[in-house]
């Protein structure tokens, strides 16, 4: 009933006709392959060395930075993705992937098929990242103040009491986005870039802004998505 789509051949040919564009492409895809093979094998190597569980086919673009306080727990899933070069996403990545549990007890734990690049998680409690999360770049999310709000104390480490975070299974958190304390964000929802969450938002829906606010319901959402 339907007959093969014939391609102009005029694309191809300003394709090789494109020598620089080929070449230098070809060189940073390389590099990512080098730089994703390097980086896998070290950091799988050194976070099972600091005690962290981490499932099958994880990729590394560049280091991460991973510290566990002692008594503290950090979990991995499986095919999640790590991006800290700065090239390695090129919507910009400032920094490099930090997670962090900064007390005894303290757990971050992140699901199957997530992807961060330069994504900064600090943990005095609990932080969960449900399957295929999304985060785009240079997210942060953390699950207390930091230091506390007198400002008497407020050059010491601490901060108020922590609050468990959750993110939701699929949800895409924008890049640049801050996410505080006690805060749970629904499956499939969609957070705009530059966004500052501060309270819940539910499942299926498109919000963002500082303070987030929902926009709107997201049309059609289908409940299984793979990566």
Known sequence: MYGTVKIPGTFNQKLRSDLPGRVFNTIRRSRLWLLCRYSTQTTCFLLRLKGIALGHN???????????????????????????????????????????????????????????????????????????????????????????LAAAQRHTIGGEEARPVRIGRNAWIG??????????????????????????????????????????PIQGVQQEKSF
């Not at 938002?201 to 802004?209: L, S």
Request: glycine fraction near 12%; charge should be neutral; hydrophobic fraction near 40%.
């Open 58 to 148: 994880a990729t590394f673009f560049g280091r991460p930075y991973v510290h566990r306080t002692p008594l503290s727990n950090i979990s991995i899933g499986s095919d999640c993705s790590f991006r800290s070069d700065a090239t390695s996403n090129l919507v910009g990545v400032n920094r490099r992937c930090m997670i962090s549990t900064l007390r005894p007890e303290a757990e971050v734990v992140i699901g199957n098929g997530v992807g961060m690049s330069g994504t900064v998680i600090g943990a005095a409690r609990q932080v969960i990242i449900e399957d295929g999360v999304l985060c785009g770049a240079n997210v942060l999310i953390t699950d207390w103040d930091w230091h506390p």
């Open 175 to 216: 890049l640049n986005t801050v996410v505080l304390k006690g805060v749970t964000i629904g499956e499939n929802t969609v957070i705009g870039a530059n966004s500052l969450v501060t309270h819940d938002i539910p499942a299926n829906v498109i919000a963002g802004g500082n303070p987030c606010r929902v926009i709107r």
